[in-house]
């Protein structure tokens, strides 16, 4: 009975120290992360539209770096996010700039060129990239 309350705290402790490690675990540092991916917005909707199977698998949580020319940025409760223009006027893909760390700027015009490192999290009308920062 002794050994196994033993075991029973050890495994809880270890498991305590685990969870506490991963909650206080640094985020990934998007910036300095190197690209799995170099894709222009107009490639990555359509490889989404054709096969979204396919595409989850090759794009889901890697990083992105995306170049399109921008559609239009809205500001919404401090964060920003910028859609880049695809060719198709009922998706896109939206790019939310990363709120963990301090953007280059915030205001972008339409129809101009940008590119964003990003982290992709799939499609829902548009393709969703996450935590971009601008290169």
């Known amino acids: 009975m002794k050994k196994i309350l033993i075991v029973t705290v050890i495994l809880i402790l270890g498991a305590g ?3 506490y490690m991963q909650w206080n675990k640094p985020h990934q540092d998007i ?16 490889a989404f539209q054709s096969n979204e199977a396919e595409a989850n698998t ?15 940025a809205n ?7 910028v859609s880049l223009e695809t060719g198709d006027a009922m998706s896109g893909v939206i790019c939310e700039l990363d709120d963990l760390s301090t ?13 964003f490192k990003c982290t992709c999290t799939g499609i829902l009308m548009d393709v969703v990239l996450v ?3 601008e290169k």
């Open 103 to 115: 953007p280059k700027r915030t205001t972008f015009n339409p129809g101009e060129q940008v590119t």
């Open 75 to 81: 500001q919404t409760d401090g964060k920003t996010s």
């Open 131 to 133: 935590r971009c920062v």
């Open 17 to 19: 120290i685990f969870g």
């Open 31 to 46: 910036a300095g992360a190197k690209s799995d991916v170099t894709i222009s917005a107009t490639d990555l909707l359509a």
């Open 58 to 72: 090759k794009y889901n949580d890697k990083i992105v770096e995306v170049t399109g020319s921008v559609r239009a």
